[in-house]
């Protein structure tokens, strides 16, 4: 173990530079988000991953968000075990009519200022699955969405410059409520 | 020896059914066929409905003979084979569930996929309207002195899929778990009916995203088969390749999740480099991190340049320089082995009666790998062992992805190696003026991943079913679990590693 860590140390981080936020995601932030839940929007925020009838492509890149590469943690985001602890839930799939109720009260249990990403070509409109009996074909048909991110499944790299334009939409308007002269929150 | 073929002797054939056998039967053999699996002389392959029919496929291990049983229902009924043989209840249940077909004899006569959200009941055969407000589920009733239940999911602590567990407790040891799934069911089967083989082949890639490129290959194969066509030399071999490379970010992905799970995260942040290394070369070979719609029937889209075979065999070599390390660092951690030794211990006979396949029934002494039985080109001329052990515990279940990692290493190298050059695939004509039907049995990382397709005479497909490996899988995690604590479930569970969108479709 000692020669693993040693190794870890000298050959210095894997992780990459920080991708420039998407500009269609900054775009389609600033139609969804008001004002106030824009400033409300901090630098850190807490994610509560929901798939709601995903494939599972969409969770392994969202999980490889957590490696070496991507390090998800450097931005102030991160993944919490509850959706008591969130801020943002990230929805996957192209909600099943089996998992509509689970989501809804995923969302109900989060509490306010909440923001919801949906995630891959499903959850933006039910993608391939749409006209099946057993779906309700897309994320904003159950829950309001803010940010759509799409990809089948997006790319961690796709992933990283919507979530980064999420908080940086949120750290623009903070600076902008600094200003002198703005109005407060 | 010849057991199958026997059975199948005096029914009627299917005419344009490859490559296995497809055999209309009366109840009588339907039912010795059942005492057959019950006895343990054959495996089940797969039990799935089809308009008023129900199909089961079936596996001679020894003598490596399959075949497909075809019972046409009388009044929507058809003899269990869950009461005999239980790794059928979930299949049996969900025939009840999609198509209305009536099991005689069925112990468990609840629902599975469906949950009465849908709207509608039996989607896949008569369909009526129905309340969509949801069903009530009883659960398994246990008795006893100070037993507490706890109740998990759907919705999950980690990036996972929605499932539930019901878990009955005595203190910290685990009683019964009584799994209940369904709730990813995306109607996949449904949109195959009447679907394009270009639509069809791009639903089976993503049945279970982690498989991608195992279900486009099986479906590839049962297409082809029916058909009657033949893929060029060069396309089995890039599509074994796809298939190695996803067992490799599979297997990487899993060995370091289960050793997370026992606490342990240096394995994970390292596995996890090898597995964004294996998806970062398979991007830049085939133009998708998963290799997703690469496989096609008729062959493979795109090709394989020179300079990404040097790429992919410099990763062969990153790979052996560095998966060694950890192989020894999991070797060597006491605390580690303290967690994965001896917990969660599948026994050999469980597995063997289930048919399970993939790590969980290598780790317990089965040996079965669709790349060996049935076999597909170019497995047949390349050099590899299937690794197994007898243990059967968490433990087992790494050792033998270690050794398919270094099983796949070998293959790669073997693959690129003997490359041969030609097209990459063959135009296909689906429309043969007549129904045609194929089956496809491929190894994915999990397990053998089984499609079943009949095309109609304009090359729509009329009937598709896909089963995943999980189905053998899921029952089993249950048996494994029992007695085991309860933090050990997370442990049990990845090292399982079972698909909840294969399983509910």
């Not at chain 2, 089961?56 to 003899?79: H, K, Q």
């Not at chain 2, 980690?158 to 369904?182: K, Q």
């Amino acid at each position: 173990m000692r020669r693993t860590l040693f190794e870890s140390i000298v050959h210095g981080p894997l992780t990459e530079p920080r991708p420039d936020p998407d500009e269609q995601s900054l775009a389609e932030l600033a139609q969804t988000l008001d004002g106030a839940a824009r400033k409300r929007l901090g630098r850190s925020l807490s994610i509560r991953e929901v798939d709601a009838g995903s494939c599972n492509a969409c969770e392994l890149e969202i999980h490889a968000l957590n490696n070496a590469f991507y390090d998800l943690d450097r931005f102030g985001l991160r993944f919490v075990a509850s959706p008591r602890h969130a801020d943002v839930l990230l929805v996957t799939g192209p909600v099943t009519k089996n998992m509509e109720e689970a989501l809804l009260r995923t969302y109900a249990a989060t509490p306010d200022p909440k923001w919801v990403v949906a995630v891959g070509n499903c959850a933006f409109d039910g993608g391939i699955f749409a006209d099946s009996y057993a779906v309700t074909g897309g994320v904003s048909k159950v829950v309001p969405v803010s940010l759509h991110i799409r990809g089948c499944p997006p790319s961690p790299t796709a992933l990283l410059k919507g979530l980064i334009a999420l908080v940086e939409q949120g750290s623009r308007s903070w600076n902008e409520s600094l200003k002198p002269g703005a109005r407060g929150a | 020896m010849f057991i199958l073929r026997a059975l199948i002797a005096d029914g009627a054939r299917a005419k344009a059914h490859h490559p296995w056998p497809r055999v209309a039967v009366d109840a009588k053999t339907w039912t010795a066929a059942v005492e057959s699996l019950a006895a343990g002389d054959l495996t089940l392959v797969g039990l799935w409905g089809d308009g008023g029919d129900v199909h089961m496929a079936l596996c001679n291990e020894p003598a490596s003979e399959f075949a497909v049983i075809t019972l046409a229902c009388l009044d929507g009924r058809f003899p269990s084979v869950g009461r005999a043989h239980p790794p059928a209840i979930r299949l049996e249940r969900t025939i009840r569930d999609l198509f209305g077909l009536e099991p005689d004899g069925a112990d468990d006569i609840r629902t599975w996929l469906d949950h009465g959200r849908w709207g509608i009941r039996h989607p896949l055969g008569a369909a009526v309207p129905a309340d969509s407000g949801g069903d009530a589920y009883a659960f398994l009733p246990n008795e006893g002195e100070s037993l507490h239940q706890i109740p998990v999911g759907p919705v999950h602590a980690g990036i996972i899929e929605p499932g539930h567990f019901r878990f009955t407790a005595n203190g910290e040891a685990v009683v019964r778990l009584e799994e209940r799934l369904g709730y990813v069911h995306k109607g996949i089967e449904g949109l195959m009916e009447g679907a394009g083989l270009d639509q069809a082949r791009r639903l089976a890639g993503r049945t279970s995203g982690d498989s991608t490129v195992a279900y486009a290959l099986a479906f590839a194969r049962a297409a082809e088969s029916a058909l009657g066509i033949k893929a060029p030399a060069r396309a089995y071999y890039l599509r074994a390749l796809m298939a190695e490379l996803e067992r490799l970010a599979n297997h990487f992905g899993d060995i370091g999740a289960i050793c997370n799970d026992a606490t342990f995260p240096l394995m994970l942040a390292q596995c996890g480099i090898l597995r964004e290394r294996v998806l970062r070369a398979a991007e830049a070979s085939f133009g998708h991190r998963l290799m997703m719609d690469r496989i096609l029937p008729g062959g493979v889209a795109g090709d394989l340049s020179p300079e990404h075979a040097l790429l992919l065999s410099a990763l062969v070599g990153e790979i052996r320089r560095v998966f060694p390390k950890l192989v020894e660092l999991y070797d060597n951690t006491a605390s580690l082995q303290d967690r994965t030794v001896g917990t969660g211990f599948l026994s050999p006979a469980l597995a063997r009666q289930f048919g399970a396949g993939g790590f969980v029934g290598r780790a317990s002494g089965r040996r079965f790998d669709a790349r060996k039985v049935p076999g597909c080109p170019p497995y047949d001329v390349l050099d590899f062992d299937v690794a197994t052990r007898d243990d059967g515990d968490v433990n087992a279940r790494v050792w033998v992805r270690i050794r398919e990692v270094e099983q796949s290493l070998s293959l790669i190298d073997q693959i690129l190696d003997r490359l041969p050059d030609g097209p990459t695939a063959v135009p296909v004509e689906p429309a043969t003026g007549e129904a045609r039907e194929g089956v496809a049995l491929v190894e994915g990382f999990r397990g053998d991943v089984l499609v079943w397709l009949r095309l109609d005479a304009d090359g729509r497909v009329a009937r598709c079913h896909l089963r995943d490996p999980s189905w053998f899988q899921w029952p089993l995690l249950e048996a494994a679990i029992e007695g085991n604590i309860v933090a050990d479930f997370p442990l049990c569970n990845k090292s399982f590693n079972c698909s909840y969108s294969g399983h509910d479709l």
